[in-house]
């Protein structure tokens, strides 16, 4: 079973706007990552947030972690076409497996 | 090679059938993953690899899914006497080392659909 769920299950926004989407958990972790998959590259992992950061930047993508709140949030800014996917947050259960969150599916309109 | 690979990437099975899907890493990958998408889903766990060692087969969801690394390189999963329920997308994962921080990097998927 999936341990972590993705809010909203859906997006649609216009080119150009920002895109948010949320993750909540039910356990302690170590770390949370967000992974992105779109039917021509498949799942991609995005970034990784430790347990002791609160914020992480890379390039359009900037992740959130609120871990007294057991949640964490993915915002895209000045989206893109190419941005339309699902995004998945993740985390690690003991030291390998990933649990995935049921996604959120995004749509940028041109 | 460049990342990781899989084949078939599309599988039409009838019920009843033997399925094997292959999963050939990236070059140097300790650990290896299957993981078991339904549509609409995320991807949910089925087995763990480090080298050839099966350390954790807890996602496997009967006795008909077998999973296998012998080499510690390429591993099949292999369904047998395959069920409508068994349809959808296997994903294989690698990782270089086994720690809970290393990147995942996931293959395309074979898309199983049993008639």
């Known amino acids: 079973s999936q341990q972590g769920e993705e809010d909203p299950q859906a997006l649609s926004i216009q080119e150009g706007e920002n895109a948010t989407m949320n993750c909540s958990y039910k356990t302690s972790i170590n770390n949370l990552q967000w992974y992105r998959q779109n039917s021509g590259r498949g799942l991609v992992h995005l970034i990784l947030?430790?347990?002791?950061?609160r914020e992480k930047h890379s390039g359009r993508l900037r992740v959130t972690l609120d871990t007294s709140k057991k949640s964490s949030s993915l915002l895209i800014t000045a989206s893109r076409a190419a941005d339309t996917a699902s995004y998945f947050c993740?985390?690690?259960?003991?030291?390998?497996?990933?649990?995935f969150g049921q996604g959120t599916r995004l749509t940028i309109n041109p | 090679g460049a990342g990781v690979s899989q084949s078939p990437r599309y599988k039409v099975a009838k019920r009843g059938q033997d399925v094997a899907l292959r999963c050939d890493p990236i070059s140097g990958h300790v650990s290896l993953f299957w993981y078991q998408q339904a549509l609409g889903q995320g991807p949910e766990f089925l087995t763990y690899f480090q080298n050839e060692a099966q350390l954790d087969k807890s996602g496997l969801p009967s006795d008909r899914f077998f999973a296998e690394r012998p080499e510690g390189s390429v591993s099949t999963l292999k369904i047998q006497r395959t069920q409508q329920e068994d349809s959808a997308v296997y994903l294989c994962?690698?990782?270089?080392?086994?720690?809970?921080?290393?990147?995942?990097?996931f293959g395309p998927g074979t898309r199983l659909t049993v008639l």
């Open positions: 993740a985390r690690p259960e003991g030291a390998q497996k990933l649990v």
């Open positions: 947030i430790r347990s002791n950061e």
């Open positions: 994962a690698s990782s270089f080392l086994a720690g809970e921080g290393d990147t995942q990097y």
